[in-house]
């Protein structure tokens, strides 16, 4: 039997996070064969990296592609899609899958759909039909018309991927893969668990309580990350009793910004309790957020995962404005003061009831089973002339 040929292309730290599950299960199906294409951030020392992760995992990619242009402004970032596009359609037309996947909406996701589309290749996208703010939304809904097989994180999302005129038969609402992570571990944390990991500032004691912070440039705000990330930064030191865990920024636009502001506050504050990291692994990630008191931030992960556990969680700014979210979330505009009320409520409200919203963490069979019985080629016909 000739084995369905699945490509997937991770090019970021999150984004691993959201199709690991799914790629070991493409691995355990006998139709399918996975094949692994990383490149972009995941590659590069900086961000973690977490290409030593996805080896660790067991994964070998077939390709690594370095596409991300120095800098990380406007410019570079639309530079970097560009490339992308080059290299992949390389990479696509020399691999010759039958299925591309692609996730959510970064640039990164852009280039792979644009090149799959344009080779006549069945594009899958994860994640579609959310709404947030930044360029994200315009990003992800031009990926959902470019796409052939839709798989969304939740009833409304389907509702507004076919409301933009797609099939309705292929769009499923199996919930996020990332939900897969939850489920395959003890979730409990310790210093012994997370002794591997090195970062900058004062050691965290895993056994005590802390704050965890990650946050992300905005493109739509560029030139304005320093400020934005000093405003929660300076809200999350008022609270001193409490340990702080505090992540890099992604690659977008405006990364250096966010990098700086980080880097000028830990400068200014040696000795408070923060400590600076890079990366986790997926689940290692997930104890982390699982046993934070308060996430504080923009990052998606404490509206999908967080809401999945409960975990209380501050966004600040509009980076995920609009965005489905359950009961565990509470908004504060770029305003230390008000960041810093926000904390203390989310503090004294404690655990939120679990919500599904987002998934019950078996989405990653689901969607290997769907690629191995929907027939790519009938799909894409319907896109050609």
């Not at 000795?271 to 990291?277: L, T």
């Amino acid at each position: 039997m000739t084995k369905r040929k699945i490509c997937v292309v991770v090019a970021s730290r999150a984004n691993y996070g959201r199709v690991k599950y799914l790629m070991k299960a493409i691995q355990a199906d006998p139709r399918l064969e996975l094949q692994l294409i990383v490149g972009a951030s995941t590659l590069l020392q900086r961000f973690g990296p977490a290409i030593d992760v996805i080896k660790r995992d067991g994964f070998q990619p077939l390709r690594s592609i370095y596409y991300v242009i120095e800098g990380e402004t406007l410019a570079t970032q639309a530079k970097s899609t560009g490339l992308g596009i080059v290299e992949l359609a390389t990479a696509f037309e020399d691999l010759a899958p039958d299925m591309v996947v692609t996730v959510a909406d970064r640039f990164e996701t852009m280039a792979t759909a644009v090149a799959a589309s344009y080779l006549n290749i069945c594009l899958v996208h994860l994640q579609g039909g959310e709404v947030s703010g930044n360029i994200d939304d315009r990003v992800r809904h031009a990926i959902t018309k470019l796409a052939d097989l839709h798989f969304v994180s939740s009833e409304r999302s389907r509702e507004r991927v076919i409301s933009m005129g797609e099939e309705p038969s292929y769009v499923f609402s199996y919930g996020c893969p990332s939900m897969d992570v939850l489920l395959q571990d003890d979730l409990s944390i310790s210093n012994e668990i997370m002794a591997g990991y090195l970062g900058a500032g004062k050691p965290v004691d895993w056994s005590k309580p802390y704050i965890l912070m990650v946050q992300h440039p905005v493109t739509t705000s560029y030139g304005q990350g320093f400020a934005e990330v000093s405003a929660t930064l300076e809200a999350v030191n008022r609270f001193p009793d409490l340990q702080k865990v505090v992540l890099w920024p992604n690659v977008d636009a405006g990364s250096d910004d966010v990098s700086k502001g980080i880097r000028h506050f830990r400068e200014r504050h040696f000795d408070a309790p923060i400590y600076y990291h890079k990366n986790f692994s997926p689940e290692d990630y997930a104890r982390v957020l699982n046993n934070a008191v308060c996430c504080v931030g923009n990052s998606s992960s404490f509206i999908r995962e967080g809401s999945f556990l409960g975990v209380p969680a501050v966004l600040v700014g509009d980076r995920q404005q609009g965005r489905e979210h359950g009961p565990n979330i509470v908004f504060a505009d770029y305003d230390t003061d008000v960041i810093t009320r926000r904390i203390g409520e989310q503090l004294d409200a404690g655990r939120y009831p679990r919500s599904p919203l987002f998934g019950r963490g078996d989405a990653g069979s689901r969607i290997a089973g769907a690629l191995a019985e929907i027939d790519p080629r009938a799909v894409r016909k319907r896109a050609l002339p």
